[in-house]
Each structure stands twice: as C-alpha cells, then as structure tokens.
C-alpha cells in the first residue's frame, strides 16, 4: 500500500514538514510506502477553469508538478495534504495546486483515504482543516481523524517538538489511516467497491422555479 503526502509549505523543514514526517514514519512503521513531495516556494498558478483536462487526460499547464503528482495520486491508496496557516487559511500555492490537481484528474477516486494536516503558530487552525477536507469529501474520498483534529502548534518545527500532544495526534493519524487502508483493502477483495449510479445527477434551477 502506498500513501502520497504533500507539503504544501514553502519551507521544506518547518513546521509543516515535522507534523508529515511524524505520520509518515507511523504509517511505514505499519508496513506502508510512503512518499512526500514538496511543492516549495515557486509559484503555481490557478485553475482558469478552460476545460482543457477534460479532453487531454491532463492540465494544460506543465511548468508544475500538477500532472506529474496526478500519476502518483491515481497509484495512491491515500493521501494526506499538509499546510500552515495564512490568514486563517491554507497556503494559496496550495489552493491553486489542489484545485488543479482535484480537478484535472478525472480517475475514479471512491475509497482513497484523504487526511488533512495543518500547522500554526496559535489560530486559523480549525477553517483550514475544514478547506482541506472539503476536497476528499467531494471526491468520495473518506476523512481519517485522529484524536484530535489533525494540527500541531509552533512558530519553528524545533517548536513542534515540544507540541507533545499534537506529535502523538499525528502517530494516532498514521495508525488511523494503516487500519483504514487495510480494512478497505480487505472488503474491496471481498465484495468490490460501493455501487455506483450510472448517470450522475446535476441540480440547477435555470428557469429560477
């Protein structure tokens, strides 16, 4: 099994980082392959909603790892999504990145886990980690919880070391989403993945009635 995380950071060894590495060593220590790519400081621009992905399997845009995190996403058992705060909300080369790659990947994603991990040095904590989670929700991924939400605090990851109480939300996280994806694996096998209906049911009111 495999989980692909991603550091929506800017900074590769902060904070953010520190939460991810602590899930990713409980998640390997459970016997699961694990890969974190960092997307860094450059810039990733926005969806610009042409459509594009629709007819050519992928986003029109390649100077980002959008379409090359789509291959591994579409391997991917499971994914966890890592941001700090800004302004009470995800990094926006986060944002830009997940609406991109959410949407330009038009594989079947029902039954991937998804896990949100957020770090702060004290606020905005909690709207972020409802931003994040609304991306699996919407894919018929579902949510690992940990017991706690899945947050660690601290200005520096040296700081994030003494979060003793977020570091083991973080292990419960990993042991969390180990059980998850053996579980799924095991009644896939059985019994297949959840029905699904044929025809995909759109509700609009163009005629405002």
């Known amino acids: 099994m495999y989980v692909l995380l991603i550091n929506g950071s800017p900074r590769k060894n902060g904070c953010t980082a520190r939460a991810l590495r602590e899930v990713a060593d ?3 220590s ?24 629709g007819k050519k399997g992928q986003c ?4 980002d790892p959008v379409n090359e995190t789509a291959q591994k996403f579409q391997r991917a058992d499971g994914l966890i999504v890592g941001s700090p705060v800004y302004y009470g909300s995800a990094n926006g080369s986060l944002v830009s990145f997940l609406d991109r790659l959410f949407y330009s990947s038009h594989f079947d994603k029902t039954m991937k886990l998804g896990a949100a991990v957020v770090s702060c040095r004290r606020g905005g904590n909690t709207t972020t ?5 609304k991306y699996f929700t919407i894919s018929g991924m579902p949510v690992v919880s940990s017991q706690y939400w899945n947050m ?11 979060d003793l109480e977020g570091l083991q939300t973080m292990r419960v996280l990993g042991r969390n989403m180990a059980f998850l994806l053996r579980a799924i694996a095991s009644e ?22």
């Open 30 to 53: 459970e016997g699961i392959e694990t890969e974190t790519i960092h997307l860094g400081a450059a810039g990733i621009r926005g969806c610009i909603a042409c459509n594009q992905c």
């Open 129 to 133: 980690f409802d931003e994040l989670n």
């Open 188 to 209: 896939k096998e059985k019994h297949g993945l959840p029905k699904r209906e044929d025809a995909r049911a759109f509700t609009s009111f163009p005629d405002g009635k």
């Open 26 to 28: 409980t998640l390997q």
């Open 152 to 162: 660690v605090h601290g200005f520096t990851a040296q700081d994030v070391e003494k």
């Open 60 to 63: 029109v845009f390649q100077d």
